[in-house]
C-alpha cells in the first residue's frame, strides 16, 4: 500500500499509510481513507452440484471462484448478484430466489494495492443443470462440481475457501 505517496491535495511526496485504512498528508492535513468495499459471490447450485467459474484474469488467475464482483455505488448486494450474473454468465435470475448466507472479510489485491472487502454469500438453486456462454474475459470456464468433491485449494480467494469450509460441513 506504499505505492501511493503524493498527496492529491497539496501535490507533495508526504503522503504516509497508517498500515491499515488511511492515508494522511502532514503538509496539508488531507486523509484518504481506504474503506471496505461490498461483493458478493453467488453460490449457483443444482442438487449436490455448485457451479463454479476459473478466473482468467489475475488476481488467482487460473483458480476456481463463484460468480460475482463488487457492489456499485447505489446498488443494493442483490442487485449486484443480478447484474453480475448476466455479465458473467448471461443468465438472467429472479432476485426474490437469491438466499443470503453470511458475510466474511477479504483483501483483494490488485496492481500493488489491496482492497478490504466485505463478502456476502448467496446461494441460488436451479432446477435443472445449465451451460452459459461465459464472458471470456473474466471467465475461462465454467463447471458443476459435486459439493463432496470440491478441493479448497482449487478456490480463488481466502474469503470463499472459509466459505466453503463451512458450507460443505453443512450441505444438505
Same mark, same amino acid.
Request: glycine share 4%; aromatic share 12%.
Given at each position: 500500500?506504499?505505492?501511493? /505517496?503524493?498527496?492529491?491535495?497539496?501535490?507533495?511526496?508526504?503522503?504516509?499509510?497508517?498500515?491499515?485504512?488511511?492515508?494522511?498528508?502532514? @503538509?496539508?492535513?488531507?486523509?484518504?481513507?481506504?474503506?471496505?468495499?461490498?461483493?458478493?459471490?453467488?453460490?449457483?447450485?443444482?442438487?449436490?452440484?455448485?457451479?463454479?467459474?476459473?478466473?482468467?484474469?489475475?488476481?488467482?488467475?487460473? /483458480?476456481?471462484?463463484?460468480?460475482?464482483?463488487?457492489?456499485?455505488? =447505489?446498488?443494493?448486494?442483490?442487485?449486484?448478484? =443480478?447484474?453480475?450474473?448476466?455479465?458473467? *454468465?448471461?443468465? @438472467?435470475?429472479?432476485? /426474490?430466489?437469491?438466499?443470503?448466507?453470511?458475510?466474511?472479510?477479504?483483501?483483494?489485491?490488485?496492481?500493488?494495492?489491496?482492497?478490504?472487502?466485505?463478502?456476502?454469500?448467496? @446461494?441460488?438453486?436451479?432446477?435443472?443443470?445449465?451451460?452459459?456462454?461465459?464472458?471470456?474475459? @473474466?471467465?475461462?470456464?465454467?463447471?458443476?462440481?459435486?459439493?463432496?468433491?470440491?478441493?479448497?485449494?482449487?478456490?480463488?480467494?481466502?474469503?470463499?475457501? =472459509?466459505?466453503?469450509?463451512?458450507? *460443505?460441513?453443512?450441505?444438505?
Amino acid at each position: 500500500m506504499k505505492i501511493l /505517496k503524493f498527496c492529491p491535495n497539496c501535490g507533495n511526496q508526504t503522503l504516509n499509510w497508517n498500515g491499515e485504512k488511511k492515508w494522511s498528508c502532514p @503538509e496539508c492535513s488531507f486523509t484518504l481513507y481506504n474503506n471496505v468495499a461490498g461483493a458478493v459471490a453467488v453460490v449457483i447450485r443444482c442438487g449436490d452440484e455448485i457451479y463454479l467459474t476459473r478466473r482468467n484474469q489475475e488476481p488467482k488467475k487460473g /483458480k476456481l471462484d463463484l460468480a460475482g464482483g463488487f457492489v456499485d455505488p =447505489k446498488e443494493s448486494a442483490e442487485n449486484t448478484c =443480478k447484474r453480475e450474473l448476466l455479465e458473467e *454468465l448471461q443468465l @438472467e435470475i429472479d432476485i /426474490k430466489n437469491l438466499r443470503y448466507l453470511t458475510s466474511l472479510p477479504n483483501v483483494y489485491q490488485y496492481k500493488e494495492i489491496d482492497y478490504n472487502t466485505i463478502d456476502l454469500f448467496y @446461494e441460488y438453486r436451479v432446477p435443472e443443470k445449465f451451460e452459459v456462454n461465459i464472458a471470456l474475459s @473474466e471467465i475461462s470456464e465454467t463447471q458443476w462440481i459435486k459439493a463432496s468433491e470440491i478441493n479448497l485449494e482449487d478456490i480463488a480467494f481466502d474469503s470463499q475457501k =472459509k466459505f466453503f469450509e463451512q458450507y *460443505l460441513k453443512d450441505f444438505n
